[in-house]
């Protein structure tokens, strides 16, 4: 069973500092439509594509991903999402948080139109708590972001609800859950994650972040970490949930100013400290995400030794040397990697968590590194394959030269 979509199975405590400010207060009815609340223009992104409804395999038209005019999602009422999941039965529940509950649920594929258990296409339904102190503020966010931003490793939008109080998210339903799930949460039924998968993943999220980054107004995603990167059924990676997601620096600044929001562990120094926040702030959190990936170790945890709480300041002395890097290397990999690819990793990771936003990589720099130690992976793997060929062809002639004689 997939999770989906923010669920608080933390590292790190959250981040809020600050009053909250800057609260939405338009009122929320029946049959609202989306242009009555985006507060996205259609130049707020720069150039886009079109606003032809967003369909399952937009992907396959668009690889490199496209930014539509505005927000076209489905307008989903309040009854027909209790349809889609039985009610919003205790059984359906994906996960929950804070925010709320996400439950399981089934719509027909080409209309969306609420089905029967087992009919159409599962969907994650993101149900908001009415109590939620920002819930509508990273609710218009989500929207605004993710009904507008379409790309192959962002997870997809599909629809929204907002009637009187209930504000609920429809998203494409991610079969193999939260990557923080299959790192972190042993004992289940997730097997653990081989070298090639983790590489896969890492690949997966930085395209999705770079994407984000090149746009001509840039998105700050703010809060990159392993649970808001989500596994589909081929453990394809899509970022999720953008309640947090700011638009970049303009007018020549180097950052923006902002209340401090995030996760404790993922959140960049210079953010935590000053409020400033950079298109690198979210080069940091990746950096710690590909920490965990290295180690198998959450980026905060009280359990570990003294000393060993902090993940980055913990390995930071192993990364940059190594003869000392497979001291830390996830015991669970067995080996089973290839040296050459997780030391250029593990440098990439020093990088990445610099305490200067100015020395990290782009996160184009960042995706391009994971390429050529994917490009390494299979040159070794093709060099493999041919030593064993030659081995077999060169034993089969031997035979045969004994079999004349």
């Given at each position: 069973m997939g999770n989906c979509l923010g669920l608080q199975w933390k590292s790190g405590s959250s981040l809020t500092t600050g009053p909250?400010?800057?609260?939405l207060t338009s009122k929320a009815s029946t049959g609202t439509t989306m242009t009555e609340f985006s507060t996205i223009s259609s130049s707020t992104f720069g150039q886009s594509t079109g606003s032809s409804r967003l369909s399952m395999d937009d992907s396959l038209v668009y690889p490199e991903g496209r930014i539509l005019e505005s927000p076209n999602l489905k307008t989903f009422t309040f009854s027909e999402l209790k349809g889609a999941t039985r009610?919003?039965?205790p059984e359906t529940v994906l996960g929950e948080g804070g925010f709320g509950k996400v439950y399981k649920g089934w719509v027909e594929e080409k209309t969306l139109n609420p089905s029967k258990s087992g009919i159409g296409i599962m969907v994650a339904v993101k149900k908001l708590n009415p109590e939620?102190?920002?819930g509508l503020e990273e609710w218009q966010s989500e929207v605004n972001f993710l009904g507008r931003l379409s790309h192959p490793?962002?997870?997809?939008?599909?629809?929204y609800c907002w009637e009187d109080?209930?504000?609920l998210l429809v998203y494409e339903f991610m079969a193999k859950g939260s990557l923080e799930n299959h790192l972190f949460r042993r004992g289940t039924s997730n097997e653990t994650l081989s070298w090639?998968?983790?590489l896969k993943i890492l690949i997966g999220a930085a395209r999705g972040l770079a994407f984000l980054h090149s746009s001509e107004r840039q998105v700050i995603y703010r809060d990159f970490k392993a649970s808001n990167i989500l596994l589909d059924s081929n453990y394809n990676a899509k970022l999720s949930d953008f309640g947090l997601a700011k638009h970049g620096p303009d007018g020549g600044e180097s950052h923006v100013t902002t209340r401090v929001m995030g996760t404790f562990g993922y959140a960049a120094p210079e953010y935590v400290a000053t409020g400033h926040l950079y298109v690198k702030s979210d080069v940091y959190g990746f950096g710690v995400v590909l920490l965990e990936m290295l180690t198998g170790l959450r980026a905060l945890d009280p359990n570990r030794p003294q000393g060993q709480h902090n993940l980055v300041k913990y390995a930071k002395p192993f990364l940059a040397d190594r003869r000392k890097l497979a001291r830390i290397m996830d015991q669970r990999l067995e080996g089973q990697y290839n040296s050459k690819g997780a030391i250029k990793a593990a440098q990439l990771s020093l990088q990445c968590i610099n305490d200067e936003p100015k020395s990290r990589p782009s996160m184009k720099e960042v995706l391009e590194t994971l390429e050529q130690i994917e490009a390494m992976k299979r040159r070794l793997k093709d060099s493999r394959l041919s030593s064993?060929?030659?081995?077999?062809?060169?034993?089969?002639?031997?035979t045969r030269s004994q079999r004349e004689r």
């Open positions: 909250i400010i800057g609260r009610n919003f039965k939620s102190v920002q490793n962002l997870v997809k939008l599909l629809g109080k209930e504000l090639d998968l983790r064993n060929s030659l081995r077999r062809t060169g034993t089969g002639t031997s």
